[in-house]
């Protein structure tokens, strides 16, 4: 078996572990990422929001991605029983941006990758990690699985986890812990939409309820090329229910949410479906001796606010400076300067996905006399500014929320 020496071994070349690399190869680190397929490959959550463009362009990656005609994304928009309540970005609380994009992952996350590359980090595609030793302290050893069957090692100081939900250390450690929320289910493609409704808004992302089934939501994202991305998410014995092959499935279900269904009347659907079920989890802690946890590695709960991206850019972001300092021989505070500030974004949006699960939420959003403060605060939240503790809703305890959400409540329920 061959052995190497890295500074810093990277798990996976997603948003989280190629923002990683980026940051650490400019601080002249040897930076080695390991990704287990090979890019470009499909990846769901096509869904940016504004908070992403400060992250990328903090870490100077922008301009890697901004001539790739991403479809421009300026809000979002739920609508249940053809009744909508949209949100733009451009009337927001926090000062950022009004703007993002709506981007093809497999394209997305190949720029971000071979910007790493560019910037000096060493990416290996094909490569799995199977395990990692942290026996020996400051010195991580990996056992790496390669397409070709042969398998290597390599020595490493530091770790860093961006394998997705794959969570390839939370599950070697014994971190990974079940999510508290009910079980859901996800199944979504791409199709070309051919939609000629001249109402329809494709700068930004539509979410639809269901009329009969509250807790089953769908999406519909406008990417460029006349391409969208639709899925839904329900109770996993829900999506059972039909019969077929996936993509029938999916069809048989759209068909059931009225505003989904006429705009998607012409489309043409990919042969290829996803699924995942029960994808929400939690993770003890989110860094140790010899590594730190990024992105969906270091949890996950529901897409419903489109955060997945969001939190892979900041964990990154939020990383670099206590794995830069600790290499140097410092002992950096993880816990205020990393881990509690992830975990904190997490707890908001977490808040918000629980009082929409609840229900509660949709009154808010549907309120047609809100407050004009309060509703540019949402629209903060919305556009993933959850770390400026100047907003009620991000600094707030559950009960503010809880509070506006019993206000927002019709008087029946
Ligand atoms: C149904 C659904 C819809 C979503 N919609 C959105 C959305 O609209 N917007 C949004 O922001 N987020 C969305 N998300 C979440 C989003 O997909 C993730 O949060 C985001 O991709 C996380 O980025 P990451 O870099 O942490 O991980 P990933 O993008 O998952 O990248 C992890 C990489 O690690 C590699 N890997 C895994 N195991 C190994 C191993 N052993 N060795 C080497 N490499 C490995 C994988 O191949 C992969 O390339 C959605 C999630 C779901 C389930």
């Known amino acids: 078996m061959n052995s190497q020496h890295t500074d810093i071994a990277i798990i996976g070349a997603g948003p989280a572990g190629a923002t990683m690399a980026t940051l650490l190869a400019d601080r002249g680190w040897r930076v080695t990422v390991l990704e287990r397929s090979h890019f470009p490959r499909f990846a769901v959550g096509e869904s940016l929001l504004p908070r992403c463009m400060d ?57 971000l990758a071979l910007e790493a590359e ?71 493609t791409h199709v070309a939409d051919h939609i000629d409704d001249p109402d ?14 509250p807790d089953v939501w769908y999406w519909l994202i406008g990417l460029a090329d006349g391409r969208a991305s639709v899925g839904m998410i329900a109770p996993p014995e829900w999506l059972q229910a039909a019969d077929g092959p996936p993509v029938d499935r999916l069809r048989h279900f759209l068909a059931q949410e009225p505003r989904l269904a006429r705009l998607l009347a012409h489309a043409e659907f990919d042969s290829r479906v996803g699924q995942t079920e029960n994808y929400a989890y939690d993770i003890a802690a989110l860094h140790g001796r010899d590594y730190a946890l990024l992105g969906n590695a270091a949890g996950f709960v529901d897409p419903i606010f489109s955060s997945g991206v969001t939190i892979a850019l900041e964990s990154a972001l939020r990383a670099v400076e206590p794995i830069d300092a600790q290499l ?23 808040r918000f996905i629980a009082a929409w699960y609840r229900g509660a939420l949709k009154h808010v959003l549907f309120n047609p006399a809100p407050d004009p403060a309060i509703r540019t605060m949402l629209s903060s939240i919305l556009a993933g500014y959850v770390w400026d503790t100047n907003n009620p809703y991000v600094a707030g305890p559950e009960r503010r929320l809880d509070t506006l959400c019993r206000l927002c409540a019709p008087a029946s329920s």
Request: proline share 5%.
């Open 200 to 213: 329809y808004q494709r700068d930004r992302i539509l979410i639809g309820i269901h009329p009969e089934q």
């Open 328 to 350: 140097r021989g410092a002992a950096p505070d993880w816990q205020t300067r990393f881990e509690g500030p992830i975990r904190d974004g997490q707890r908001v949006f977490t």
């Open 118 to 188: 560019r910037r000096g980090a060493a990416l290996r595609f094909g490569q799995t990690v199977a395990s990692v030793d942290f026996a020996t302290p400051g010195a991580p050893q990996l056992t790496i699985a390669a397409d070709d069957g042969t398998r290597t090692e390599l020595a490493a100081r530091f770790v860093c986890d961006a394998s997705g939900s794959a969570r390839v250390l939370p599950r070697l450690l014994g971190l990974d812990r079940p999510g508290s929320a009910p079980s859901r289910a996800a199944l979504f």
């Open 55 to 111: 992250a990328l362009a903090g870490a100077g990656m922008l301009q890697a991605v901004e001539n790739a005609g991403y479809q421009i994304k300026r809000g979002v928009t739920f609508s249940e029983n053809d009744r909508d309540a949209s949100f733009t970005f451009d009337d927001q609380f926090t000062p950022g941006w009004s703007w993002t994009w709506q981007v093809q992952r497999a394209d997305f996350d190949h720029r």
